[in-house]
C-alpha cells in the first residue's frame, strides 16, 4: 500500500506560477513510476505529466509541455509538478498518481494508487 498526499494548490493569476508537491509513504519511493492527473468541473480526469522510476524519462499532455515540468526526489519520496505560465484552462483539482507495474505512462488504469487531491485556481 501506498499513501499519496499533495499540497501545493491554492489561487494564483494568469501567468503566475505554482509548485505541487506528493509525499509518499508505505513503500519503497523509487519503486514507483509517478504521475500528475487533473479534472475540471463536469470534465473527464486527464492525464498532465509522469516520470519513470529513476526520473529519467518524463511525458507530458501537449498543452503543457513547455510550461510544466514534473520531477522527483526519491531521497525525499517526493514527486513534484512545476507550473508555470498558468491559464484559467489549468483550474482543477490535480490528483498525484503511483504504479508499480509496466503500463502506459498516460492512462489513469494504469496507476493504482491515488492521492485525495488539490486544488488550482487560475483567475483571468
Known amino acids: 500500500q501506498v499513501q499519496l498526499v499533495e499540497s501545493g494548490g491554492g489561487l494564483v493569476q494568469a501567468g503566475g506560477s505554482l509548485r505541487l508537491s506528493c509525499a509518499a509513504s508505505?513503500?519503497?519511493?523509487?519503486?514507483?513510476?509517478m504521475a500528475w492527473f487533473r479534472q475540471a468541473p463536469g470534465k473527464e480526469r486527464e492525464f498532465v505529466a509522469a516520470?519513470?522510476?529513476?526520473?529519467?524519462?518524463?511525458y507530458y499532455r501537449d498543452s503543457v509541455k513547455g510550461r510544466f515540468t514534473i520531477s522527483r526526489d526519491n531521497a525525499k519520496n517526493t514527486v513534484y509538478l512545476q507550473m508555470n505560465s498558468l491559464k484559467p484552462e489549468d483550474t482543477a483539482v490535480y490528483y498525484c498518481?503511483?504504479?508499480?507495474?509496466?503500463?502506459?505512462?498516460?492512462?489513469?488504469?494504469?496507476?493504482?494508487?491515488w492521492g485525495q487531491g488539490t486544488q488550482v485556481t487560475v483567475s483571468s
Open positions: 516520470i519513470s522510476r529513476s526520473g529519467s524519462s518524463t
Open positions: 498518481a503511483a504504479r508499480q507495474w509496466d503500463g502506459d505512462p498516460y492512462r489513469s488504469g494504469s496507476y493504482k494508487y
Open positions: 508505505g513503500r519503497t519511493f523509487s519503486n514507483y513510476a
